[in-house]
């Protein structure tokens, strides 16, 4: 049984950072890649960002050089580090395992995420 619990989210001035973490259990965790999804209000869920298996790394152009993914494997657990944030990066943050495409097999619950 796949789980993947998020966490990190709250409420920030725009300027500030956030770490979020996604814990991930129930398969064999570095076997697939992690991504980052997000959902705001009114909008369609957007690419945020990817690490593979072998830490190779992708980000939305609208978050690149803010947002920084990362893992740590002996913890199975993803993270989102993200800096500079702005208004516009407020919505729910998702993370997600196997993914073809923008379809993933596995979501989180999400975490809210509010900059003001």
């Known amino acids: 049984h796949v789980q993947l619990v998020e966490s990190g989210g709250g409420s920030v001035q725009a300027g500030g950072s956030l770490r979020l973490s996604c814990a991930a259990s129930?398969?064999?965790?570095?076997?697939?890649?992690m991504s980052w999804y997000r959902k705001a209000p009114g909008k369609e869920r957007e690419f945020v960002s990817a690490?593979?298996?072998?830490?190779?790394?992708s980000y939305a152009d609208s978050v690149k050089g803010r947002f920084t993914i990362s893992q740590d494997n002996a913890k199975n657990t993803v993270y989102l580090h993200m800096n500079v944030l702005k208004p516009e990066d407020t919505a729910m943050y998702y993370c997600?395992?196997?993914?073809?495409?923008?379809?993933?097999?596995?979501w989180g619950q999400g975490t809210q995420v509010t900059v003001s």
């Open positions: 997600a395992t196997d993914c073809i495409g923008g379809s993933c097999s596995y």
């Open positions: 129930g398969y064999t965790y570095c076997s697939y890649d």
């Open positions: 690490i593979d298996s072998d830490g190779n790394t």
